[in-house]
T-cell receptor, first 115, second 111 residues
Framework: DTEVTQTPKHLVMGMTNKKSLKCEQH?????MYWYKQKAKKPPELMFV???????INESVPSRFSPECPNSSLLNLHLHALQPEDSALYLC??????????????FGPGTRLTVL | SQQGEEDPQALSIQEGENATMNCSYK?????LQWYRQNSGRGLVHLIL?????REKHSGRLRVTLDTSKKSSSLLITASRAADTASYFC???????????FGTGTSLTVIP
């Protein structure tokens, strides 16, 4: 299984809502990533988990809260978002952060709209 | 920002022609990777070239890397309409803690 799955595919939420994005992989990868991508822009790294521990937080606002319950799952909890947070949220995984062959496998993304 | 730059930003060619896109980056790297993204979808890994390699081939793809100039190029030969997508380079710097995507090239292949 070489697939990264993400749910939901689309999400519309108000600024006062609390929602979660989910990501799952069964490739035995030990590094997992959250990216945010605005239209016609490259993905921007948000968080990196390595061996289920948060290793990188790219100064992301606290209204985004990542969680890695186990080595296969990665969540992104959303609370009190702003309309400018509307974007495609991509999850990715790779073998680990230190291997020389850290090809990243991406999920299809969650299209988030904040009203 | 350590984000790489790609050029051209957009490229439109006829089916069967070759497409070349370039990537320049700022730091020393472990490897450089190329990804493709169809509109609004996830990214697909195309090819990885290590810092000690100069050229790599995969099917219709040819990637070159010049670490002295901090640049890479991706050549797609005999392009097809299905190659229409955005192409991003991504660098894995020696710090090992970041993974930077370039600005991307939007390729349109006209049937």
């Amino acid at each position: 299984d070489t697939e990264v799955t993400q749910t939901p595919k689309h999400l519309v939420m108000g600024m006062t809502n609390k929602k979660s994005l989910k990501c799952e992989q069964h490739m035995g990868h030990r590094a997992m990533y959250w990216y945010k991508q605005k239209a016609k822009k490259p993905p921007e790294l948000m968080f990196v988990y390595s061996y289920e521990k948060l290793s990188i937080n790219e100064s992301v606002p606290s209204r985004f809260s990542p969680e890695c319950p186990n080595s296969s799952l990665l969540n992104l909890h959303l609370h009190a978002l702003q309309p400018e947070d509307s974007a495609l949220y991509l999850c990715a995984s790779s073998q680990d952060r230190t291997s020389g062959n850290n090809e990243q496998f991406f999920g299809p993304g969650t299209r988030l709209t904040v009203l | 920002s350590q984000q790489g730059e790609e050029d051209p930003q957009a490229l439109s060619i006829q089916e069967g022609e070759n497409a070349t896109m370039n990537c320049s980056y700022k730091t020393s790297i472990n490897n450089l990777q190329w990804y493709r993204q169809n509109s609004g979808r996830g990214l697909v890994h195309l090819i990885l070239i290590r810092s000690n390699e100069r050229e790599k081939h995969s099917g219709r793809l040819r990637v070159t890397l010049d670490t002295s100039k901090k640049s890479s190029s991706l050549l797609i030969t005999a392009s097809r309409a299905a190659d229409t997508a955005s192409y991003f380079c991504a660098t894995d710097p020696n710090t090992g803690n970041q993974f930077y995507f370039g600005t991307g090239t939007s390729l349109t292949v006209i049937p």
